[in-house]
């Protein structure tokens, strides 16, 4: 019988899905029969919508509290809390792993998920590897289990964490962030805009809000409006209507194309001349392999603010710091050519465009020595 690779994932986002989805493609490409667990989803459609829900009101509504608990948490073991919640599902989450036959090993992509694995592990004996992908690009010590086998990472200073956090730095591979293969990634901008109809002689701003579409598209719109210049202004909305209604009825001295969720989405990475766009690791990590220079603005607190740190640290991106800046940085990206060239060079100095295959590599090759061990 074929080996069944089970991916845990959470559509809490676009970010960890995508990161599954490169996951899965490789496992296919290496002759395994791969699957996707919307984790939350399966266990509970109410856990679930409760999870979305919660994520959903802590970014509008209560920023300031979920940053204070993230940062404090590195020094104190809150994150444990959501060990001993999943403990009310291990039944649940035993039951789906026990149904399938052939696990050789198991991956996750999402740090909510992750708890609930390495409690299924503890609790029943479980013997079948975890691995977890982390999709940021910082590390933090909410993310260290003892029962995880390997961590994927793109965080350059994972081994001196592990000496920080007294963990074995043996358990962690400098990989990146995994992102399913795209044909944009190795199309020139030129052509991606010749494919999207897009006009060749105007310069193309990406807003983009992540799958659920939040970020200040209108404040951005507005910041736009100090260039004399007429601009391209592609607003990805995701799945946020209300939002798309508004936009399309803005009144601007450019350009305004307003996309909703689309699988195009890279196609018009690729094609701009900038992405705004707050500090998600998926994103960020397409548009290093786009080399799209990137302005980060609204970054959810916590671990987009990591990933912003890092990225504006390596060059490859500047961050809004307040409102009032907005239209200064856009112009200075936008119009002066050696920043904008600096920032592109920066992205092809970190970027990991074959970071999937090499996690999928390496777990292979673990495996494999295991079987040998065995004979």
Not at 55 to 68: E, F, S
Request: proline share 5%; hydrophobic share 40%; glycine share 4%.
């Amino acid at each position: 019988m074929k080996a069944r690779p089970l991916i845990f994932s959470a559509s809490i986002g676009q970010g960890h899905q995508q990161a599954a989805k490169a996951l899965y493609n490789e496992l296919e490409e290496k002759g395994y029969y791969p699957k996707i667990i919307d984790t939350f989803y399966k266990l509970s459609p109410l856990l679930h919508h409760c999870m979305v829900k919660s994520y959903l009101n802590l970014l509008k509504l209560g920023p300031a509290v979920w940053r204070k608990i993230y940062f404090n948490a590195e020094k104190h073991p809150y994150f444990l809390y959501i060990d001993r919640f999943s403990t009310l599902f291990t039944e649940r989450l035993h039951r789906l792993i026990a149904e399938e036959e052939n696990v050789p090993f198991i991956i996750s992509t999402n740090q909510f998920v992750t708890p609930f694995l390495t409690t299924v592990k503890k609790k029943k004996n479980i013997n079948i590897p975890i691995y977890y992908v982390i999709t940021d690009f910082l590390l933090h010590p909410a993310y260290l289990r003892e029962e995880i086998d390997r961590y994927f990472t793109a965080d350059p200073t994972s081994l001196h964490f592990a000496k920080k956090n007294n963990f074995p730095t043996d358990r962690f591979s400098l990989t990146g962030i995994p992102v399913p293969r795209h044909p944009a990634f190795s199309t020139t901008k030129s052509k991606s805009r010749e494919n999207l109809q897009l006009d060749e002689h105007k310069k193309v701003v990406l807003i983009a809000g992540g799958g659920f579409g939040l970020t200040k598209y209108a404040k951005v719109i507005h910041a736009l409006e100090q260039c004399k210049e007429e601009l391209l202004i592609i607003c990805m909305t995701g799945t946020n209507s209300k939002a798309a209604k508004k936009l399309n009825n803005y009144k601007s001295k450019h350009s305004i194309k307003v996309i909703p969720f689309t699988d195009r989405f890279l196609e018009y990475l690729r094609a701009s001349d900038v992405v705004i766009s707050k500090s998600g690791g998926l994103t960020m990590s397409e548009a290093l392999i786009c080399e799209t220079p990137i302005i980060i603005y609204k970054p959810v607190p916590g671990h987009e603010e990591h990933n912003a740190q890092y990225l504006v640290e390596k060059g490859a991106a500047v961050k809004v710091q307040h409102d009032e800046e907005l239209p200064f940085i856009i112009k200075k990206v936008l119009f002066q050519k050696k920043i904008s060239d600096e920032m592109r060079y920066s992205a092809r100095k970190i970027k990991k465009p074959t970071a999937a295959e090499e996690i999928i590599e390496e777990i292979i090759l673990a495996l494999e020595q295991k079987q040998q061990a065995v004979r």
